[in-house]
């Protein structure tokens, strides 16, 4: 699957529980792109205070285990933090709501046809109902895509994994290891939102890196029907 090793290492998370009330109530007006452009911990710790991290932690994800800095925890400014070698990688939010967006305009509990308007081009999905489901495969070329600077990586209705406004049937039509435009028919119909953002400092992996990504995306695949 296309760039799969990618969003890897972010989907799965889950988010802090958030009432429906708080969701309602909640501007994003800060932007995460200041997070990323913090460099590192010690530009966290300038910018945000030590009081407002857990500066080294780890999640459980699936079979993985990653480590890394949580900001603000257990609120809706809520922000997980990768690194490589020090430097920062990738910034990541997950739920149905945050205090913060992309300066691209992006945020959570944003509709996919929303973020079609966004990137300006369609773009292919991973099937859904499955561990990486709903994770934007590929931005097609268009505006998200980034460049070697910065990219975006983004999930819809994976984590909840609801679909109202269509059939368990028709939900199975987009379901799995396979990959979708987003101008499918049924997907358009379910129009889901946005449950995960990541902003992400695109890198060569070396080969150890490598040999660990390829043990990912082999351990994710779905099984083969005999």
């Given at each position: ?87 920062i990688v990738d910034v990541t939010i997950v739920g149905n709501a945050s205090e913060w967006k992309t300066n691209s ?73 396979t990959e979708f435009d987003v101008r499918h028919e049924i997907i358009q119909k379910l129009n889901p939102s946005l449950d995960l953002i990541s902003l992400v400092r695109p890198f060569i992996p070396n ?20």
């Amino acid at each position: 699957m296309k760039y799969l090793f990618s969003i890897l290492t972010v989907l799965g998370l889950l988010a802090c529980g958030t009432s429906n009330e708080e969701v309602e109530s909640i501007n994003p007006t800060r932007s995460l792109n200041e997070v990323l452009a913090c460099e590192n911990l010690a530009g966290l710790e300038q910018k945000y205070g030590k009081e407002s991290l857990i500066a080294d932690t780890s999640w459980v994800i699936g079979d993985d285990r990653l480590r890394g800095t949580i900001l603000y925890p257990n609120s809706t400014k809520q922000v997980y933090i990768y690194y490589r070698a020090g430097q920062i990688v990738d910034v990541t939010i997950v739920g149905n709501a945050s205090e913060w967006k992309t300066n691209s305009g992006l945020l959570l509990g944003m509709p996919l046809k929303s973020v079609q308007a966004i990137n300006q081009k369609n773009f292919t999905l991973s099937g859904f109902n499955w561990k990486h489901g709903g994770s934007v495969v590929s931005w097609e070329g268009g505006k998200l895509m980034g460049d070697n600077s910065l990219g975006h990586l983004a999930s819809f209705s994976n984590a909840s994994n609801k679909h109202e406004g269509i059939t368990d049937e028709e939900y199975r039509q987009i379901s799995g290891e396979t990959e979708f435009d987003v101008r499918h028919e049924i997907i358009q119909k379910l129009n889901p939102s946005l449950d995960l953002i990541s902003l992400v400092r695109p890198f060569i992996p070396n080969q150890e890196e490598g040999k660990k990504m390829g043990k990912r995306i082999s351990d994710s695949q779905i099984p083969p029907i005999n």
